[in-house]
């Protein structure tokens, strides 16, 4: 049923996203032992997660709602499919003596990892085990969640700030950018190695002052090896209509080579290695 005032509630996805901040369905969800977690897929080969050949698990369960969200079907956990932490333990085992060779690991992504933290500690408990590199692809808005110990268990973190602008933030994720700029200090000051990634979108995060802002932040910090900024794509964008969400950037067209290399340089300019 549409909510009133809510004329664009046409699925069950919409309400939720008008709900959103909150989304108290997924928090409330998360198994607070770690014996099972929703998962929406694996990748085997990713060359772009992480060093290496790894093994990419994608979890359901996300708090944010960005405009260009590739994977809208990762939102809540039930879309998901619900694996016990054995299974998921015994699949990873599976692959580990290959991932070794190749000098690769475990990248646990999503949605959001640290939605379901207890279930993504065990796994990369288990990876360590096995002996692979581990790295947490997060937006870093449930940074909280990772103690000291969890991260103990995590080689490398891909932290996607989406913004530098707290307003463009807000616009593009619905949530505040606080937490993630918390999260990205508390590494630094952990030394725990990190990618930076950024995507941009032109007109929404391609301001001058917006990257410019980022590249400062970023530039001090001893820990982040990498500023990768990802150019927008329109390849998400079917799941938006599949799933009956009205997706705002349909006219958005993917950044030209000279405004990718204008935000590449002001990042080295500012003395970030980027790519
Ligand atoms: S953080 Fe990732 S999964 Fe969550 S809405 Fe944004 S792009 Fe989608």
């Given at each position: 049923m549409a909510m009133l005032?809510?004329?664009w509630a046409t699925s069950r996805y919409d309400l939720r996203v008008s709900q959103s901040p909150d989304a108290p369905d997924v928090d409330q969800l998360d198994d607070s032992s770690g014996g099972?977690?929703?998962?929406?897929?694996?990748?085997?080969?990713?060359?772009?997660?992480?060093?290496?050949?790894?093994?990419?698990?994608?979890?359901?369960?996300?708090?944010?709602?960005?405009?260009?969200?590739?994977?809208?079907?990762?939102?809540?956990?039930?879309?998901?499919?619900?694996?016990?932490?054995?299974?998921a333990e015994l699949a990873l085992a599976g692959y580990a003596t290959a991932l070794r060779s190749m000098g690769g690991g475990l990248t646990i992504s999503g949605g959001e990892p640290l939605v379901q933290a207890a279930f993504t500690r065990r796994l990369f408990s288990a990876a360590k085990r096995l002996g692979l590199h581990t790295a947490l692809d997060t937006s870093g808005f449930l940074g909280v969640r990772a103690d000291d110990e969890y991260l103990e268990n995590v080689d490398l973190v891909l932290l996607d700030i989406k913004s530098w602008e707290p307003g463009t933030y807000r616009k593009?994720?619905?949530?505040?950018?606080?937490?993630?700029?918390a999260f990205a200090e508390r590494l630094a000051r952990l030394n725990k190695p990190v990618w930076v990634r950024f995507v941009l979108v032109p007109g929404l995060t391609d301001a001058p002052a917006n990257v410019e802002g980022l590249a400062r932040f970023i530039a001090p910090m001893g820990n982040v090896e990498w500023v990768e900024v990802l150019p927008f794509h329109q390849m998400g964008s079917f799941k938006w209509k599949a799933i009956g969400?009205?997706?705002?950037?349909?006219?958005?067209?993917?950044?030209?080579?000279?405004?990718?290399?204008?935000?590449?340089?002001?990042?080295?300019?500012?003395?970030?290695?980027?790519r």
């Open positions: 005032g809510e004329p099972y977690g929703w998962v929406h897929s694996y990748e085997t080969g990713s060359t772009v997660d992480g060093p290496g050949v790894r093994v990419t698990v994608f979890m359901n369960g996300c708090f944010l709602r960005c405009m260009y969200c590739h994977n809208p079907d990762t939102w809540h956990l039930r879309d998901g499919t619900r694996v016990s932490i054995e299974r593009v994720t619905r949530q505040d950018l606080q937490p993630t700029i969400l009205r997706y705002k950037l349909e006219g958005t067209e993917p950044p030209t080579s000279d405004l990718h290399n204008r935000v590449l340089e002001q990042f080295r300019a500012a003395g970030c290695r980027a």
